[in-house]
C-alpha cells in the first residue's frame, strides 16, 4: 500500500509486477494517524512503501508495525 505522500497513480503504473497494491487514499486513510494507517496494512496484509525512512515512529516495537519500504527515488512520485 503506498503512503500518502506517494501519487495514487503508482498503483495502476506497477499493477503488472505489484498486483493488488493499493493507495491509502483508496480506503479512506489519507487523514488517519500512522497507528491507524499501519493497524490497516497489518490486518489486511499490506506492506507500506513511503518516501522516508525517518517517517516510522521509532518507539513502536517492530513487530506492530507493519513492513514497510522507502521509495527512495522519486522518479516514481508521480
Not at 29 to 35: G, I, P, R, V, Y
Not at 50 to 73: F, L, M
Request: net charge negative.
Amino acid at each position: 500500500m503506498f503512503d500518502q505522500n506517494l501519487s495514487r497513480k503508482l498503483v495502476n503504473r506497477l499493477a503488472d509486477i505489484f498486483p493488488g497494491s493499493s493507495h491509502v487514499q483508496f480506503h479512506e486513510l489519507a487523514e488517519k494517524t500512522d497507528t491507524e494507517i499501519w493497524g490497516f496494512a497489518k490486518v489486511n496484509d499490506f506492506c507500506i512503501v513511503h518516501i522516508s525512512q525517518g517517517e516510522c515512529n521509532e518507539s513502536w516495537p517492530r513487530k506492530q508495525i507493519p513492513a514497510t519500504v522507502p521509495a527512495e527515488d522519486s522518479r516514481y512520485n508521480g
